[in-house]
């Protein structure tokens, strides 16, 4: 055989492999170019609170619905977001409270879509218990502020109503300085209820321990007490317990948080003081006054909730340093809600104070309030607003809340 043909089946073989992999590399691109495809990997949606995201134990039953619940506490969130409306910076205000157009708009659409869910109620509809209204599809946590530590009995088996109960009782006998809860699945119908609303037994348990508050954030002796409360009870019931965050962890992302707390935590004061600089303030004047415009007595002040639900007033009114001659009025910036109204009601509290307390209201450097310096204070709140809400936690949301509660 000569050289010609024993090169010639070479040429041909060469010349297929050739096309084929000319082929696959134009088939491979054009898969790559395809719409939705190559750019997935790339897509992240992590929580601005949580600066890497948290390792998953496997088989993890609670993390599914605790992701689908902090993205709809996201959602929800969005909705709450702080906007100064920009008419307020080109307008001067009046010698009355700052009130802005824009507020005034939102809270009348807002109160008529209140109104109009009532009407489409149905009327021979009976009255959701609260048992039926505290029901949950999936448990109302946040796995960036909270802790969260779950067990679930193996298959055929169930917590015990009293063991559930008594979990919590122990939980509580801590003495943690931060908010602890527990959501049971029922086994009846698979809905989640706290602990002390739960009816019978439960096949699914999570216990949720928030990492930091103002009062305090989460140290490793009180994370190893926690622990070991969750690991009795699932050690009791032959299961391990199951987590996102190791002891370690938690301790970690808590220091995170109290920085944000500590940065963020700030308030807006104004001073009411006696028109005749030689009187003071008397106690049940004060008191009667303070009542009529909707506080309520509390320890040494007094405090005003806009939602029975909040955990600490937005509002409050004390005694300055030096006694009786001077009164404190506070705004709460990380509680309180631009969208709300809450800034126009403060400034409408000052002057109301005022009138019925014979005083005068001004800054913490005695200088008289203008229409500028109102509009720098309502400046001051709409930024803060701005910056938390970027942080992932718009002020007067139930995130908000949880973080600034006492």
């Not at 109104?115 to 489409?120: D, F, I, S, T």
Request: hydrophobic share 45%; charged share 25%.
């Amino acid at each position: 055989m000569s050289s010609v043909e024993i090169l010639i089946p070479i040429l041909v073989i060469a010349v297929v492999l050739i096309g084929l992999v000319y082929w696959r590399s134009k088939r491979e691109e054009k898969r790559a170019s395809a719409p939705g495809m190559g750019s997935l990997r790339s897509i992240k949606t992590e929580d601005p609170l949580v600066e890497s995201a948290a390792r998953v134990e496997p088989g993890l039953v609670s993390a599914a619905s605790i992701e689908k619940a902090a993205a709809q506490a996201a959602a929800a969130a969005e909705g709450e977001v702080d906007r100064e409306p920009a008419s307020a910076a080109a307008g001067e205000p009046s010698a009355e409270p700052p009130v802005y157009d824009v507020l005034e708009r939102e809270e009348a659409e807002r109160k008529a879509a209140e109104a109009a869910e009532k009407e489409e109620e149905p009327e021979d509809e009976e009255e959701e218990s609260p048992k039926a209204a505290a029901a949950r599809e999936t448990p109302p946590v946040d796995p960036a502020l909270e802790w969260l530590l779950d067990i679930a009995p193996v298959e055929g088996m169930q917590f015990a109503l009293g063991g559930v109960k008594s979990l919590k009782l122990e939980l509580e006998g801590l003495g943690l300085a931060l908010a602890v809860h527990v959501f049971a699945q029922s086994s009846k119908d698979g809905l989640y209820y706290e602990s002390d609303e739960l009816t019978g037994p439960a096949r699914h348990v999570v216990a949720a321990l928030a990492l930091a508050n103002r009062a305090a954030h989460l140290d490793e002796v009180s994370a190893s007490r926690f622990f070991q409360v969750l690991e009795q009870s699932a050690a009791q019931n032959g299961v391990p317990i199951r987590r996102e965050l190791e002891p370690v962890q938690a301790v970690q992302r808590s220091e995170g948080l109290k920085h944000f707390i500590d940065y963020f935590d700030r308030r807006i004061e104004v001073l009411i003081t006696p028109t005749d600089p030689e009187t003071s303030f008397d106690f049940d004047v004060v008191d009667h006054a303070a009542k009529a415009a909707g506080f309520t007595a509390a320890s040494g002040r007094w405090e005003m909730k806009l939602d029975p639900a909040e955990r600490d007033p937005v509002f409050t009114l004390s005694f300055g340093t030096d006694g009786t001659q001077t009164l404190v009025l506070a705004y709460d910036l990380p509680l309180g809600s631009l969208s709300r109204g809450d800034l126009k009601r403060f400034f409408a509290l000052a002057n109301d104070l005022a009138a019925r307390l014979d005083g005068l209201w001004s800054d913490c450097s005695r200088r008289p309030i203008d229409a500028g310096g109102a509009m720098m204070i309502a400046e001051t709140v709409a930024e803060h607003a701005r910056l938390m809400t970027e942080k992932g936690v718009p002020p007067g949301s139930p995130r908000a809340q949880l973080l600034f509660s006492h």
